[in-house]
């Protein structure tokens, strides 16, 4: 079980050190996070200026179908619009009555179509491309003729829809211990430029929550880190990144998704922060969203009593969508559900209420609803019934095609096979990656100066441990790379599965053991960890996702935090364990029972 007065004395802590950062900004002037990025122009402007004027009657043609699909982004399955594989096909049937991407843009007026790669939308760039066009064609050939608003999940890190050859970067937390927003920037404004060459124009990131539960199953590493004023840095970084590329950044979940022990896929998750806690924590990354300028911010389906005691998740809630997200905070932009077929939304009612409530809370975008016929039946019943009006639907029209016209959409919304080319995964780009994951990586602990190895004397090493599934499709499993990469730099490294590794431990100068996610109590990786120790040989623990693993494990003699266990990550800490770079990641959370807030060490500590 959680432990509720560790998690309570964390959250004391964190509302502190929120008000302390309040003063001490109006003291000292600006925090580690505020570096200035002095390679992008900061009076960049933020997207296209909509012709109101124009767009208002591009609504006023429309039929009341036509406006109400407009509200919706839904899953499509298979890699083409108009030829998917067969299986693809009766998927789309069997969800839609319809066999192609195209058929369903056509038959649904949607407003957007959302990739993912379990839907098999996400093999290739030029793929990702070409599927793009196929549903734009049949946008803007049928109904209303208004471009689709094409997105996905590419926060990078543990979430990553599309993956190499396109550029992996380190994710949110790997970014708040590096500090650095010029990085955040730098890799937003990458990353939307690959997206929107393959004709993606809206990216379900960045991650605004902030992280001070370590029990959080859902957020965690997704977020930036526990300080709110350092996550409110780097989002606004991200967003100005994202937009400066064409692409519509979505700060998520709001109000704030940071301190729950409930993963909202699969349960309801409340949030127990007072009014005066989630002013402290919560608000800030959104406010600063906001004031960036940002396009889109996802809601949460969360309740959150302190805010709104009805029981409603946050989805849902008139008072928080309009009350404090629209009138508070003075948000004008579009506000899109996550996605409704997760299991907190569904909870309190069916499926063909929640659209029609997230309409009547103050939402625009409805996203992937689990059954499209109904939830589009239900808004057009709502409608006619008199509880919604037609006029609120066109409030919610007017700002996606406000927000489609800020990204230029109406002027060319189909990518290029030559952009593909000229922009996704080129050596630029990769070598970007790799400067920003070379600041992330954290040394915690190095009490006997064992790192970083000698790479000139050829140590031999052995890797083991956990090999969680790359986000990214990377070039092998983490411990894989981790031992290539060592080699490369002149050790002699090799990869064994952990039910070998304390066999083939002796003789070997250390053992480098990668973690994932260690649970409380420690289960088997607890059990390694200790066989591996009883060995006599050195072991170096190297945190892959969690930086709270080491909290859970016998102490080592020395631990590393990477954050992701991505290709760039993984040669970030080779360089570090063999003194190539020396680690400049700093803590963006406090371990608890180990490390504080800010902690970090070089390779002389």
């Given amino acids: 079980m959680p432990n509720h007065a560790s998690r309570r004395n964390l959250l004391a802590a964190a509302v502190a050190v929120a008000a302390t950062a309040a003063g001490a900004a109006a003291a000292s002037g600006p925090a580690r996070t505020a570096t200035t990025d002095d390679a992008l122009n900061p009076d960049e402007p933020a997207g296209r200026r909509p012709d109101r004027a124009r767009l208002r009657r591009a609504v006023d043609r429309m039929s009341l179908a036509e406006k109400v699909g407009q509200l919706f982004v839904s899953r499509a399955y298979g890699h083409s619009a108009t030829d998917p594989d067969p299986a693809d096909a009766e998927q789309n049937q069997a969800a839609f009555g319809v066999r192609t991407g195209a058929e369903l843009v056509s038959r649904y007026h949607l407003g957007g179509i959302v990739y993912f790669a379990w839907a098999h939308n996400t093999r290739t760039p030029h793929q990702i491309a070409a599927l793009s066009t196929g549903l734009q064609q049949a946008a803007l050939t049928t109904g209303a003729r208004i471009p689709l608003l094409l997105s996905t999940d590419q926060e990078h890190g543990a979430v990553a829809r599309i993956g190499r050859p396109a550029t992996l970067f380190p994710g949110a937390m790997a970014l708040g211990a590096s500090g650095s927003t010029a990085d955040a920037r730098r890799a937003a404004r990458i990353a939307g430029t690959e997206l929107a060459a393959m004709g993606i124009r809206q990216d379900y990131a960045p991650v605004a929550d902030v992280n001070v539960n370590p029990a959080n199953p859902v957020i965690g590493v997704r977020s930036f880190g526990s300080d709110p004023r350092a996550v409110a840095e780097l989002v606004a970084a991200q967003v100005r990144g994202y937009q400066g590329a064409g692409v519509a950044a979505t700060a998520k979940h709001f109000p704030g998704h940071g301190d729950t022990e409930t993963d909202s896929h699969v349960g309801l998750p409340v949030m127990r922060h007072t009014r005066a806690a989630w002013e402290e924590l919560d608000e800030p990354p959104f406010r600063a969203a906001v004031e960036a300028g940002v396009d889109a911010i996802m809601t949460a389906h969360i ?24 009138e508070r905070l003075g948000f004008g932009g579009v506000v899109v559900t996550d996605a409704l077929d997760m299991a907190g939304v569904r909870q309190k009612y069916g499926d063909d209420r929640v659209p029609v409530l997230a309409l009547l809370a103050g939402c625009d975008q409805l996203l992937n609803p689990p059954d499209l016929p109904l939830a589009h039946r239900s808004v057009l019943a709502a409608v006619a019934s008199g509880e919604l009006t037609e006029a609120r639907v066109e409030e919610s029209v007017l700002r996606i095609l406000e927000l489609k016209s800020r990204r230029g959409l109406f002027d060319e919304p189909r990518p290029s096979a030559e952009t593909v080319d000229a922009v996704v995964g080129v050596r630029e780009h990769l070598d970007a990656a790799d400067r920003i994951a070379a600041a992330t990586t954290t040394l915690l602990a190095n009490p006997g100066r064992l790192v970083p190895f000698d790479a000139k004397a050829a140590p031999r090493l052995l890797v083991t441990g956990t090999d969680p599934v790359s986000p990214g499709a990377g070039t092998g499993p983490p411990t894989v790379v981790l031992a290539r990469e060592l080699t490369a730099l002149g050790c002699r490294a090799e990869a064994v599965a952990p039910a070998r590794a304390a066999a083939a431990a002796p003789g070997h100068a250390a053992v480098l053991l990668c973690t994932y996610n260690v649970p409380e109590g420690g289960g088997a990786q607890r059990n390694l960890v200790t066989e591996l120790l009883a060995t006599g040989v050195p072991v170096v623990l190297v945190a892959l996702r969690n930086p709270y693993d080491p ?7 020395a631990e590393l935090a990477t954050y992701s266990w991505g290709d760039a990550e993984m040669r970030a800490a080779a360089r570090v364990l063999t003194g190539a770079a020396r680690p400049a990641g700093r803590l963006p959370v406090p ?7 800010g902690h970090g060490l070089s390779l002389d500590a």
């Fill in 591 to 597: 371990v608890p029972g180990r490390y504080p807030l």
């Fill in 551 to 557: 909290a859970r494990l016998p102490a080592c003699a």
């Fill in 303 to 326: 309740v959150f009593p302190a805010l709104d005691p009805s029981g409603d998740p946050a989805t849902l809630s008139r008072p928080i969508v309009t009350g404090i997200l629209r």
